[in-house]
Every structure is written in C-alpha cells, then in structure tokens.
C-alpha cells in the first residue's frame, strides 16, 4: 500500500509541475493511458504465471 501511495504522490506531483510550467501533461489521453497501463500490468503478470514454463521448455 505504501508504494502505491507513493506512486500517486509522485504522479500528483509531477502533473503539478507540469502544469506550472504550462507543458503538456507527460501521459497519452486519460482512457488511452488507463487502458496501457492496464495492459502492461497484465502481460506482466501473463509471463509471471508462464516463466516456469518456459524455463523448464528451455532446458
């Protein structure tokens, strides 16, 4: 939970920053990226759950 935390402090205050500075905001549109994020987190996990798999393959 804390890194999580963490990681919404930062973003909070990297779009801040940017904002300041009248730049645009370092993410693709809010759905886009959403749906991006998701999708690394779920093949993250996809080759989590077959490594074992492959590794015994490539022995």
Do not use: C, D, H, N
């Not at 930062?10 to 998701?38: E, N, Q, R, Y």
């Not at 987190?41 to 074992?52: S, T, V």
């Amino acid at each position: 939970m804390k890194t999580v935390i963490l990681a919404i402090l930062t973003g909070f205050f990297v779009g801040f920053v940017f904002a300041l500075f009248k730049l645009p905001i370092p993410a693709p549109p809010a759905l886009a990226g959403i749906a991006g994020i998701v999708g690394i987190y779920l093949g993250f996990r996809a080759f989590m759950a077959i490594q074992p798999w492959i590794e015994s393959v490539l022995k």
